[in-house]
C-alpha cells in the first residue's frame, strides 16, 4: 500500500541533479529498493535514493520553489527534510 502523501505529511529532499531540481521522498518506497521522485519533466517515478545523493548537491529554496509549489498545487503536504 502507498503512503498517503497528502495528509500527515511526506517528508521531501530536493536535489540539484543533472542541471534540474528533482524531489525525492525517501520515505516513499517505490519498490526494489527506490524511492519515489518527482522532477518537472518525466514527473513521478522511481529513483536510487543513495545514488542521486551522491551525483546531486541540495538544492537552494530558489532553485526548488517552482516544483514544490508545483507538488503542493497537486495535494502534496510537503515536509522539507534533509538527506539522510
Given amino acids: ?10 517528508r521531501v529532499v530536493f536535489r540539484m541533479w543533472r542541471g534540474q531540481v528533482i ?37 537552494l529554496p530558489s532553485e526548488f520553489a517552482d516544483l514544490a509549489e508545483e507538488l503542493t498545487n497537486m495535494g502534496y503536504n510537503l515536509v522539507l527534510g534533509k538527506r539522510k
Fill in 1 to 10: 500500500m502507498k503512503e498517503d502523501t497528502t495528509r500527515a505529511g511526506v
Fill in 23 to 59: 524531489a525525492l521522498f525517501p520515505d516513499v518506497d517505490e519498490g526494489f529498493g527506490d524511492c519515489l521522485s518527482y522532477q518537472h519533466i518525466g514527473q513521478h517515478g522511481g529513483a536510487d535514493y543513495n545514488g542521486i545523493i551522491a551525483e546531486s548537491k541540495p538544492a
